[in-house]
């Protein structure tokens, strides 16, 4: 049992490893191509992926996370999932190439029919991958699924880089997309064992259809909540305002995915063994928020702080237009970081439904945002909007998860967070309150207000109180040593 603990979580930090290490090497391909790549060929590409995205919800069908979550499943049953899925990717991967007929009428540009052309192999390749994914996560081989993700950001980097010096323009972002998808697919292939059944027993698919359903009825839910303001920015302000507002989304982003995608995919393997134990996954579940909220105030004062010296240095000058809007959407870190782990609870314990229920509640209060937003006519205002609705999320999200999922006290859970929320208070005011000074270069200026935000925010641990959890954390890490 000890040899099996150990490998897991050397498995563990093996992933963290690599999805970290493919961060930076997706932050530097993306540094480079944006010096290369103007904001109008981004815009382009901005639109398509909003539709990638849709079309990668309906491909998962929610199989990735019941395959996970059935204990019961037989070898047979895999295989006639996977089989489903090989039918479910042609379907899709030819609708998508043919969607290039009315996005182009759409958007009166008649590129988006090439483009979803080649996009279409792309959602043919991840919709294929969802079983292989599933089984590499199903028997916890994060070590392996961390090597994937650096191995496919390396190649895929290069090869987009190689494009955009060869003047592919565009397409050098296209072609990234569609190598990503086969890579992941193939290096998945190598290390599980599929059979392709042509005959389909749909049997295996009812025994994940329930629990599946909720999940996709739920991504469906956030694909709308998440990517109703990259259309609607599309449509009425065009595809650079769109490409300007895309990369603060996306910067944005950064520190939510990459925390959620290296603790989610690990968190659910593992408590779903312990689902019929609610307070244990409750218990395990609130020292992980802690984390993440410390995490989240910390992240959020230096993207806010610092979001012009990160455009700058990462994106160059053409990309200015980005600062204001990363700077008001990275107010909105700290609530999204602490709440994207709640799927990975929802999950270990069977209640999808519930998740649903929670996303469509945010899927009207953030729709009404974001026209509100749009209905302003500036960028900067759809940005104050969709803050405003990622923390309208974190509460929405929580009420359900520990007042309806786990039967606890909703307020004695949100005091948990006062003393952060005092913490990130004091962040942004010294942030504030040296706005006018100069720090000179982009990096010079970067590193000193890093060091600033690093040195009043441990004050501010100390303060809150917060060094009694950091002390028992530290204690308990080198107990398992």
């Given at each position: 049992m000890d040899t099996m603990n150990s490998k897991l979580k050397n498995d563990t930090i093996l992933f963290g490893i690599g999805k970290y290490g493919a961060v930076i090497i997706t932050l530097l391909t993306t540094s480079i191509l944006s010096h290369l790549l103007s904001p109008e060929e981004y815009g382009i590409v901005a639109v398509t992926t909003v539709f990638t995205a849709l079309f990668n919800v309906f491909a998962d069908f929610g199989f990735g996370t019941g395959i996970i979550q059935n204990k019961t499943l037989t070898d047979e049953d895999i295989n006639s999932i996977f089989s489903f899925t090989v039918y479910l990717s042609i379907g899709l991967g030819l609708i998508f190439m043919l969607l290039g007929y009315p996005i182009a009428a759409f958007y009166d540009n008649f590129v988006y029919r090439e483009i979803c052309a080649w996009l279409g192999i792309s959602v043919f390749f991840n919709a294929l991958n969802i079983v292989p994914h599933g089984m590499v996560m199903k028997s916890k081989?994060?070590?392996?699924?961390?090597?994937?993700?650096?191995?496919?950001?390396?190649?895929?980097?290069?090869?987009?880089i190689a494009m955009a010096y060869a003047g592919f323009s565009y397409y050098a972002l296209v072609f990234q997309s569609v190598l990503q998808a086969v890579f992941m697919f193939v290096w998945n292939m190598w290390n599980v064992?599929?059979?392709?059944?042509?005959?389909?027993?749909?049997?295996?698919?009812?025994?994940?259809?329930?629990?599946?359903?909720?999940?996709?009825?739920?991504?469906?839910?956030?694909?709308?909540?998440?990517?109703?303001?990259?259309?609607?920015?599309?449509?009425?302000?065009?595809?650079?305002?769109?490409?300007?507002?895309?990369?603060g989304y996306r910067l944005m982003m950064y520190p939510v995915d990459n925390l959620r995608f290296v603790i989610n995919p690990v968190m659910h393997p593992i408590l779903s063994e312990h689902q019929q134990d609610r307070d244990y996954i409750y218990e395990t579940y609130i020292k992980v928020v802690r984390v993440l909220s410390l995490l989240g105030v910390l992240f959020t004062a230096i993207c806010f702080w610092g979001s012009e010296e990160i455009i700058l240095l990462f994106f160059g000058g053409q990309w200015k237009r980005s600062i204001p809007l990363f700077q008001i959407l990275s107010l909105s870190v700290w609530p999204q970081l602490v709440s994207s782990s709640t799927s990975a609870i929802y999950q270990s314990t069977g209640n999808t439904r519930l998740m649903f229920q929670s996303s469509i509640i945010h899927l009207m209060v953030s729709a009404a945002l974001i026209v509100a937003g749009i209905l302003v006519g500036k960028l900067e205002a759809v940005s104050m909007f969709v803050t405003m609705a990622m923390y309208f999320r974190f509460f929405i999200d929580y009420f359900f998860l520990i007042k309806k999922n786990f039967k606890r006290e909703y307020l004695s859970f949100l005091a948990e967070f006062i003393s952060d929320a005092i913490l990130l208070l004091m962040l942004l005011t010294t942030a504030w309150g040296l706005s006018k000074i100069s720090f000179g270069k982009a990096f010079v200026a970067l590193l000193l207000k890093g060091m600033i935000t690093m040195a009043v925010f441990a004050v501010g641990v100390v303060l809150t109180g917060r060094t009694h959890f950091l002390g028992a954390l530290l204690k308990r890490a080198k107990k398992r040593r």
């Open positions: 081989r994060f070590g392996l699924a961390g090597k994937r993700l650096l191995c496919a950001s390396v190649f895929t980097g290069a090869a987009a064992r599929l059979r392709f059944i042509p005959r389909l027993r749909m049997d295996s698919v009812r025994k994940i259809s329930r629990y599946s359903l909720y999940q996709f009825a739920c991504s469906m839910v956030n694909y709308g909540s998440k990517n109703f303001d990259s259309l609607l920015i599309g449509k009425i302000m065009g595809t650079e305002n769109l490409a300007y507002y895309d990369k």
